[in-house]
């Protein structure tokens, strides 16, 4: 029986963050090594999910190795990747003879020692394994692809779906591929495209205009003869690095001129449509005033403090806003530990003052400052078994109070561990109802949709200012290509 081991490195590092992804970072979301991968992964919509799926479909062997996740934030430490790789690497030489391997990298890693980690780590495992052992995987689309990465794996597929609810398809998707492969039915070779471009996140959603062309592209060269993939990467403008962009990504069945040809057609598909995918940025004030006339309720995502792209979750820009405008009620949640602490001490039914969010710099706002009253403190912790952006289906967002000023215009949910919008369990799990709410700010830009859109009639994605601010060109960046559009407007292509 083939053995293939699995080995899963996800985290998607926003380099603009002054802070930075500590090793306990990773242990407080996922670390695991063996056979406890399994155990985690076997209810989650998640590509490891697809990996052990696939290969029991096939009669294979499927050898657990490591999985380690954290929280999209700042570049990894240098001593907390070199002790991820070591567990990683010792892992892998303790599990003896492999026929082949399934990774899952996340594609926009960064560790501070190495600013292409996917690249580095995917190298260090080829060097391991040999050059002949089939090394097959998945991306998140929103990876920076790099060459290394490309030469160091025989396949990569990324997922197709913005927010992503097809993990777990690719993730089988690429384990039916290593079965076809170590059966010798196929042997995929890859090649991709790298245009000087970047897709805005305010134009990543895959079933929107314009971006849903591309999408169909894409899909249409997966029908061709010999191709097994095509991957439409999105990229991720918030890791300043030299691979920083939108690529294309094609796996052909050894065909490596056909693979080329095809990765160079979406390149040119992608940069011919370079102006429809930069962003149109609606402002704070914009998206008050359209609010007031749309149907409720209204799902702001602020984009400027998207917590799935690393952002500190306590931006305060909306609910400023909101109040000010009096909208009606809404709901924001803020990552406040000390606000939940004094909440606590009140206790719930009392009324306290309290100056929530808006603690880490100018970047996102001030602190909102009212009378609150504290309508629940409690553990954070809630489930989903819906398939969502992330296939998590556990969150926990530590000790979480629900506080509402007094004119009821405002309820703000404070946690002590910084918690994306994946989810509307979020809220009903804690007896909030979307429904009650004029608005709901959401942190994030699409992520959040999968799970809002259902609720939501109106979605619209406001430009606030913040770490993960969707007009990057305000962002300082030092290392990404130059000349690259939209930066340099003007930007040729140098094929
Ligand atoms: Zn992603």
New binding site residues.
Partial sequence: MPRVGIIALIQ?SNTFLPGITTFEHFRQDLLLTGEQVRSHFADAHHEVRGFFDGLARANFEAVPIFAARALPFGAIEPAAFDSLLKLMLDELESVGRLDGLLVAPHGATVAQSHPDADGYWLAKVRQFAGPQLPIIGTL???GNLSVDMVNATDALTAYRT?P?IDQEQRGLEAAELMVRTLRGQVSPVQAACFPPMLINIERQCTSEPPLDQLVAAFEEVRGHAGVLSASLLLGFPYSDVDEMGASALVVTDGNLPLAKSLADQLGEAMWSGREGLAGTFISVEDAVAQARGLPGPVCMLDMGDNVGGGSPANGTWLAHALYRHQLGPSFICLYDPAAVTQAESVGVGSRVRLAVGGQTDDLHGTPFVAEFLVKFVGDGRFSEDQVRHGGITEFNQGRTAIVETGDGLLTVMLTTRRTPPFSLRQLTAFGLDPLAFRVLVAKGVNAPLAAYQPVCPTILRVNTRGVTMADVTQLPYHHRRRPMYPFEVKTTWQR
């Fill in positions: 998607e998140d689309p929103h913005n992503h």
